[in-house]
């Protein structure tokens, strides 16, 4: 979901296509970012991204100090040589996410 929090993220598309949204003149709006393409989203940024394929994404963020706990709860932990998850998360997931956005300060476009 689109969110914003105090802190910078930079993501970096390693392999495949993203899609990343911002608040335009008109509303919230999707830009494909692609292989070798870099994103810097600044502090307080509203700000999300979504992989609209059935291919798999890599990507590589950097962040300012302050998000560990936020990707340690909400992350999946993934075992080398393991098939990587597919598909969209589940909801459960998605709600695992939100509850660990909002225990770092983050708020959710809309709210």
């Known amino acids: 979901p689109m969110h914003h929090h105090a802190e910078q993220e930079t993501f970096w598309i ?3 296509e993203a899609e990343f949204t911002r608040i335009g003149s008109s509303g919230p709006e999707w830009l494909p970012v ?3 393409e870099t994103v810097n989203v600044p502090g307080w940024a509203f700000h999300g991204f979504r992989n609209g394929s059935d291919k798999h994404i890599r990507i590589l963020l ?3 100090a302050g998000l560990e706990s936020f990707f340690r709860g909400a992350g999946i932990p993934v075992v080398p040589g393991a098939d990587l ?3 969209p998360p ?3 997931h998605i709600a695992q996410i939100m509850s660990e956005e909002r225990k ?3 708020v959710h476009y809309g709210e």
Do not use: D, F, L, Y
């Open 14 to 16: 390693v392999e495949g």
């Open 34 to 36: 692609v292989e070798g």
């Open 62 to 64: 950097t962040c300012a």
């Open 85 to 87: 998850p597919s598909g």
């Open 90 to 92: 589940p909801p459960e």
């Open 104 to 106: 770092i300060g983050c």
